[in-house]
């Protein structure tokens, strides 16, 4: 592990944070070289705020990176993140210690190829800003619920065939985008949020009980005409 490539970087702040921008700093240097990206420094992808590195930027256009294909178990150290970007990446799945970085409130891993969530993703509790658009997500794990204060959840361009029940529990979120899946229904709990925008189009939702149906129509009356029912 490169740690020697981040010592300049960090010699004016390590004395006021011991350790920890140390641990932190390792820790994307482990991300950064599992990846082979080997050549890319600590600074040019963090934010450092109060002596942590508090922002990730992986994403493939923004960073000065090569594609991302893992995220190893050190990512889960970063517990003062509260944002990280892996956008169009080649993720095809998140470690277990990404319930590790509990004050993280906006994980955006749109355009990548992830085709299942961990249930520790349940631990994220302050998380705010989830954008999974653009995978291979066929399911979401029962904890997703967990997630009360989510108030911005994409999932547009996915395989969804049907939602947790337990996404009832998510009770902060305002804005869910579903267009593009395989839906062909929706849980009960769901007529219990209170929705500012629900995108449904493009999905299977042909046969819906009259209370769900009704509950739809007074969200948007377009919603019947965008379903591919055969």
Same mark, same amino acid.
């Given at each position: 592990?490169?740690?020697?490539?981040?010592?300049?970087?960090?010699?004016?702040?390590?004395?006021?944070?011991?350790?920890?921008?140390?641990?932190?700093?390792?820790?994307?240097?482990?991300?950064?070289?599992?990846?082979?990206?080997?050549?890319?420094?600590?600074?040019?992808?963090?934010?450092?705020?109060?002596?942590?590195?508090?922002?990730?930027?992986?994403?493939?256009?923004?960073?000065?990176?090569?594609?991302?294909?893992?995220?190893?178990?050190?990512?889960?150290?970063?517990?003062?993140?509260?944002?990280?970007?892996?956008?169009?990446?080649?993720?095809?799945?998140?470690?277990?210690?990404?319930?590790?970085?509990?004050?993280?409130?906006?994980?955006?891993?749109?355009?990548?190829?992830?085709?299942?969530?961990?249930?520790?993703?349940?631990?994220?509790?302050?998380?705010?800003?989830?954008?999974?658009?653009?995978?291979?997500?066929?399911? %979401? +794990?029962?904890? *997703? &619920?967990?997630?009360? #204060? =989510?108030?911005? $959840?994409?999932?547009?361009?996915? /395989? !969804? @065939?049907? %939602? +947790?029940?337990? *996404? &009832?529990?998510?009770? #902060? =979120?305002?804005? $869910?985008?579903?267009?593009?899946? /395989? !839906? @062909?229904? %929706? +849980?009960?709990?769901?007529?219990?949020?209170?929705?500012?925008?629900?995108?449904?189009?493009?999905?299977?939702?042909?046969?819906?009980? +009259?209370?769900?149906?009704?509950?739809?129509?007074?969200?948007?009356?377009?919603?019947?005409?965008?379903?591919?029912?055969?």
């Amino acid at each position: 592990m490169k740690v020697t490539a981040v010592i300049p970087f960090l010699f004016a702040v390590v004395t006021a944070s011991g350790q920890d921008l140390w641990e932190d700093a390792a820790a994307v240097r482990a991300i950064l070289d599992s990846n082979g990206i080997e050549n890319t420094l600590v600074e040019s992808v963090a934010r450092i705020e109060g002596g942590r590195i508090v922002s990730l930027d992986l994403g493939a256009k923004e960073a000065a990176t090569a594609m991302i294909r893992r995220l190893p178990p050190q990512t889960g150290r970063l517990t003062a993140l509260t944002a990280l970007n892996a956008r169009g990446n080649n993720l095809t799945e998140l470690p277990a210690s990404i319930g590790g970085l509990a004050q993280l409130r906006e994980l955006d891993l749109a355009d990548n190829e992830i085709d299942s969530l961990p249930a520790a993703i349940g631990n994220l509790v302050k998380l705010e800003k989830l954008d999974l658009r653009n995978n291979n997500l066929a399911h %979401l +794990p029962d904890r *997703i &619920g967990e997630l009360r #204060s =989510l108030a911005y $959840l994409h999932l547009r361009g996915n /395989r !969804l @065939t049907a %939602l +947790p029940e337990t *996404i &009832g529990g998510c009770v #902060s =979120l305002r804005e $869910l985008f579903l267009k593009n899946n /395989r !839906l @062909t229904g %929706l +849980p009960p709990s769901m007529m219990k949020m209170q929705f500012k925008y629900l995108e449904l189009m493009d999905n299977e939702l042909c046969s819906l009980p +009259p209370d769900m149906d009704r509950w739809l129509w007074a969200i948007d009356e377009k919603y019947r005409q965008l379903q591919r029912c055969r």
